[in-house]
């Protein structure tokens, strides 16, 4: 499938889309839209152990009501730790837990071992994206352009002259994430991105637009812009209504003010991005737009947030993708890679 850019296409008034040619549906897809079926008993995996505990409990809330909407019988799992546990007549796991046990392929590791089917990307794709780190790797390797980076133990100091951006390679909603422009800065930045992990990325920063590219199997959504109320995009802007009182929050732009042809050239290569590290699912892919008019893909989400004030559910609405219909495909092309991979 085509985004509503790439094909240009673009809702009627109703919001409704036209349909898209053969060429560029997926066929797996189309099988298990058109069923219209879920499965039987769905466990919607939510809270976790890591730092974004909260906001996956939101996004969890979010998918359940939306899956009891479609008539699907829902069990809520506030997950705790590894031992979490499932009634034994669920056959397929929701999984909405962000950042570390969630996306980086130990639940998944579980759920396979258990036998149960759960939505996203498999166990090694799961662990390569969340790995900042590998996932740069690739993108070299597979001609995705992304800035320039070099790799630091915890007790070192970078080679790259500043300004720099200090990243833990396997946290998510830029936790352990610090811009670092004067020499002061430096110090506590390592210090404190050392206390997720003892391997650090450094990264060159790139001052530009703040862009998110939402992709649903081979569909590339609408660019979404974020212009952050101050400093960069960080947790606090990210998730607001989790900490009012810290002045948080972010302007966001959908489809974004970009030309067409530059619009066509993220977003196919937020696709090569995605592809490259093996994904077949859904994932949230973040760029950056340059002063001078390059892209560069920073890192990818493959369970992005999907609460009030996420990004991925807000440019699937503009390209005709309610909230509710946005999850029963997040299934379908689960399903899909599944049975694919059978």
């Known amino acids: 499938m085509l985004s509503p850019m790439l094909s240009g296409k673009m809702p009627d008034r109703a919001?409704?889309?036209?349909?898209?040619?053969?060429?560029?549906?997926?066929?797996?897809?189309?099988?298990?839209?058109?069923?219209?079926?879920?499965?039987?008993?769905?466990?919607?995996?939510?809270?976790?152990?890591?730092?974004?505990?909260?906001?996956?409990?939101?996004?969890?809330?979010?998918?359940?009501?939306?899956?009891?909407?479609?008539?699907?019988?829902?069990?809520?799992v506030d997950v705790q730790d590894a031992a979490f546990e499932l009634p034994r007549d669920v056959e397929f796991a929701f999984i909405a837990l962000h950042g570390t046990f969630g996306e980086d392929g130990q639940v998944q590791q579980i759920l396979e071992e258990r036998g149960v089917a759960y939505t996203g990307e498999g166990v090694k794709e799961s662990r390569l994206?969340?790995?900042?780190?590998?996932?740069?790797?690739?993108?070299?390797?597979?001609?995705?352009?992304?800035?320039?980076?070099?790799?630091?133990?915890?007790?070192?100091?970078?080679?790259?002259?500043?300004?720099?951006v200090v990243k833990a390679p396997r946290q998510g909603s830029t936790v352990g994430v610090y811009i670092v422009k004067t020499s002061e800065e430096l110090e506590p930045a390592i210090t404190a991105a050392a206390k997720y992990d003892r391997e650090l990325l450094i990264e060159k920063f790139v001052p530009g637009r703040e862009l998110t590219i939402g992709i649903l199997g081979d569909q590339a959504l609408p660019i979404l812009e974020i212009i952050p109320k101050g400093g960069f995009y960080d947790f606090t802007n990210k998730y607001p209504f989790l900490n009012p009182q810290a002045g948080g929050a972010a302007q966001h732009i959908c489809p974004a003010r970009i030309e067409p042809e530059k619009t066509k050239e993220i977003q196919e290569l937020a696709l090569r991005a995605f592809r490259g590290l093996g994904l077949q699912v859904y994932s949230r892919v973040d760029v950056i737009l340059s002063q001078t008019g390059e892209p560069f893909v920073l890192e990818i989400n493959t369970i992005p947030g999907m609460t009030e004030a996420s990004l991925l559910p807000e440019a699937a609405a503009v390209a005709g993708i309610s909230y509710v219909d946005l999850?029963?495909?997040?299934?379908?092309l689960s399903r899909a890679r599944i049975e694919v991979a059978n």
């Open 327 to 332: 999850c029963r495909r997040v299934i379908a």
């Open 15 to 76: 919001g409704n889309m036209p349909a898209l040619p053969k060429q560029c549906r997926n066929p797996a897809l189309d099988d298990f839209m058109t069923e219209g079926d879920l499965p039987k008993k769905i466990a919607v995996l939510m809270g976790g152990p890591s730092s974004e505990r909260e906001v996956s409990l939101a996004t969890g809330q979010g998918i359940s009501k939306a899956l009891r909407s479609l008539g699907a019988d829902v069990v809520d």
């Open 129 to 164: 994206a969340f790995n900042k780190i590998r996932s740069k790797e690739k993108f070299h390797e597979h001609g995705v352009s992304t800035p320039e980076w070099e790799t630091i133990g915890a007790h070192q100091r970078p080679g790259m002259p500043l300004p720099i």
